[in-house]
């Protein structure tokens, strides 16, 4: 599929910009684009059937919340295992983010990654080793590497403006 309708490319550099915190989010957008609700909404069920979106995400502004103990956790997973490991990272209600990556050997072995936020750096550690009680994986080498800094976060940006 391609967005030769001036309407799609319209609503897709609307929709980039993510959804606002109001009421009837949809409508918010429609207005945006020049569209109305139900016009937003039957596109965005058309790209998703056709497999143009696959789903909607979240970017959640942590430290706004209070959550200002982000850590990133690297996994030393042996290969067969990590499928299963990372789909059971996932699952778990503390993981935010969980993603496998191409070791970069020998200085760095990690493999499956996962983000945990918290409070302060000693919950993001209690809650790590509950998670790696409960899953066995105490005995895997994982590391916990705290953000020192923040940066914007953004959704995906598919249509740039052209000087």
Not at 87 to 98: G, K
């Amino acid at each position: 599929m391609t967005l030769a309708d001036p309407a799609d490319r319209a609503l897709l550099a609307a929709l980039q910009d993510g959804l606002g915190p109001d009421a009837r989010p949809y409508a918010a957008l429609a207005a945006r684009c020049g569209l109305n609700e139900d016009e937003v909404l039957q596109r965005l069920q058309r790209w998703r059937g056709c497999g143009l979106i696959r789903r909607f995400g979240l970017v959640v502004h942590h430290r706004a919340l209070g959550y200002t103990a982000n850590a990133m956790v690297v996994w030393d997973v042996p290969d067969e295992r990590v499928d299963e490991v990372g789909r059971r990272l996932a699952a778990e209600p503390a993981v935010h983010l969980c993603y496998r990556r191409r070791r970069a050997l020998p200085r760095w072995p990690f493999n499956l990654y996962c983000m945990v936020h918290g409070r302060d750096r000693a919950t993001v550690r209690a809650t790590v080793a509950d998670i790696a009680a409960r899953l066995g994986l105490e005995d895997v080498p994982h590391r916990l590497l705290f953000s020192l800094r923040r940066f914007k976060q953004t959704g995906a940006r598919f249509i740039h403006d052209t000087p």
